[in-house]
């Protein structure tokens, strides 16, 4: 035990709970700890009822449990919770110690945290003691304790061992804000060398932090990987990456806020099956990846229906098609996909989905098909989303210097995932501060917006005089109502473009008929099966 006061006396304390997996920087987090005038440290204090109640070897187990307590009752009670001289008891626990013989006020009392370290970086060292094992690591029993704490109402705190070490004061004030207690900065440092608060396995496992001072930046580049661990890592990268996801982060303005905040929990259908928002993921070797080698659609979910599902799914096909996709999946496939999704979701209205279907992942990287041997990855990412534009009071448009592809060299009649052209397009949009960005055709007419197509088929529909040809940009500036249409805007006038005023700067009559109609259109979709 370290940092007592000797001339205080014995009162109750609150507990800090540390826990972590072995060569996760647990010894330098305990030391730095141990540098605060209120607080007294524990190294490992269930180490024995641990070795006592599993018979687990180590090569220090018989003097251990001659010196050290092994009643897990008394441990906790006496030991733990027991009075103290400080206001704080840092106590270091390594997580596959906690035994479900111990007493429930183990998790239920104190203050508790988690620190993780990469598998990565764990297990090129781990085997200067022990030989590495999915349970040496102890990462089921980490998220297990963490699933504990949630359910209690009271989630812990993670950090992460590399935050830790590329910047320990803002890790360190973060988890201490956490944990409601005041920062203090001589937990910044410490002397190197044994420390009487060290458990006695020291010399087995204590010899780098011994070395330090602090916590050190991490080397710019690791060891070589021991592939003979290999399959460890794919085993407990899962485990780690659940946690990493919830872990503290020292500087708030990183993470950003979302549009929508009920999309920060979504489920995503990603190949063959539905996965959490940050595990939606594809292989660094699929084509989407490779070289944009995919096609998209982009629907609408209207009252409980999809709006023309059929209709898009017809120019889905027909991309794959063109861009000779083999192995792709069905019509029946797609839309059991899309309605999984949905119903999962709980999404019935007012929902926007991405529908890609990319070539599929690659046995190697490189742009040729042949590569492509493991069939198309199909994607359904639905979210709540409003139209993107105020479709009441119109938006302003500029004209982009980005020619829009000409089927001379990228037919866009293919729904590709090439994008660049129109996201140039939209990046001098949004530095000139519109909502969007016109397009131009290699000879100079207005082609489209970047993100949304000039509206025909309604036009049509409603017997409105239509011709069709190509319209030079000062039409546009001169016209009396303009607007554009799409998956994402629906329907949007556009009230100025290039900073001149269209018409008399109002949402015109036609764009308020033509909403109205299109409107009543959207309760032709296909519904969401019950």
């Given amino acids: 035990m370290g940092g007592a006061d000797v001339d205080a006396e014995p009162h109750e304390v609150e507990v800090i709970h540390s826990w972590s997996q072995p060569r996760s920087l647990s010894t330098g987090l ?4 141990a540098q605060r005038d209120d607080t007294e440290v524990i190294d490992e204090p269930l180490y024995a009822h641990f070795l006592a109640e599993t018979g ?14 092994a009643d897990g009752n008394k441990v ?13 008891r840092y106590c270091k626990h390594i997580s596959k110690q906690r035994l479900p013989s111990l007493p429930k006020d183990l998790i239920r009392k104190g203050k508790h945290f988690i620190l993780i370290r990469n598998p990565l970086d764990v297990l090129s060292s781990f085997d200067k003691v022990l030989e590495p094992s999915f349970i040496e690591l102890e990462l089921t029993s980490l ?23 590329k910047d320990p004061e803002g890790t360190l004030r973060c988890l201490c804000n956490a944990l409601d207690i005041p920062f203090q900065i001589s937990m910044l440092k410490w002397e190197a060398g044994p420390k009487q608060l060290d458990g006695l396995w020291a010399p087995w496992w204590y010899k780098s932090v011994h070395k330090s001072t602090g916590f050190e930046c991490p080397p710019l580049y690791p060891k070589p990987f021991p592939f003979k661990l290999y399959s460890l890592l794919e085993q407990c990268m899962p485990f780690y990456n659940m946690l990493k996801n919830n872990v503290l982060r020292p500087n708030f303005s ?11 929990k979504l489920l995503v259908w990603v190949g063959d099956e539905l996965l959490p928002r940050e595990s939606a993921k594809v292989s660094v070797f699929d084509s989407i990846v490779q070289g944009g080698d995919g096609v998209w659609e982009g629907l609408r979910v209207y009252n409980g229906k999809v709006f023309k599902l059929d209709d898009h799914l017809d120019r889905l096909f027909d991309s794959a098609k063109a861009m000779a996709f083999l192995n792709v999946p069905d019509r029946s496939e797609v839309k059991r996909a899309i309605f999984t999704t949905l119903i999962s979701n709980g999404m019935r209205n007012n929902v926007h989905i991405r529908l890609t279907l990319t070539r599929g ?14 069939g198309c990855t199909l994607i359904v990412l639905a979210e709540w989303k409003p139209p993107v534009y105020d479709n009441s009071s119109g938006i302003s448009l500029v004209t982009a ?34 909502d969007d960005a016109i397009m131009l055709d290699q000879y100079g007419f207005v082609s489209e917006t970047n993100a949304t197509n000039l509206v025909i088929d309604l036009v049509k529909s409603e017997g409105i005089y239509l011709e069709e040809r190509q319209i030079s940009l000062s039409e546009f500036h001169t016209a009396d109502e303009v607007w554009t249409a799409g998956t994402m805007g629906e329907l949007t006038p556009v009230l100025k473009i290039d900073g001149r005023t269209i018409g008399d700067g109002k949402v015109g009559p036609v764009i308020l008929r033509l909403q109205q109609v299109y409107q009543k259109m959207t309760d032709s979709g296909v519904p969401i099966p019950e």
């Fill in 361 to 374: 992942k690659k046995v190697t990287s490189g742009m040729s098909p042949a590569f492509n041997m493991y």
């Fill in 401 to 434: 210097s980005t020619r829009r592809n000409s089927p001379n060299t990228l037919d866009s009649k293919i729904h590709h995932n090439n994008l660049i052209n129109n996201i140039l397009a939209k990046i001098e949009g949004n530095l000139a501060k519109a």
């Fill in 30 to 33: 305990m030391y730095s700890f």
């Fill in 76 to 88: 906790v009670n006496d030991i733990i919770f027991g009075r103290g001289k400080k206001k704080y």
């Fill in 143 to 165: 998220v297990t304790i963490y699933s504990e704490l949630c359910e209690l109402g009271c989630p812990p705190p993670i950090v992460d061992v590399t935050d830790l070490q």
């Fill in 56 to 69: 687990v070897k180590r090569p220090y187990r018989e003097e251990l449990l001659s010196k050290m307590e």
């Fill in 254 to 264: 990183m993470v950003p806020t979302l549009p929508v905040p009920a999309n920060g």
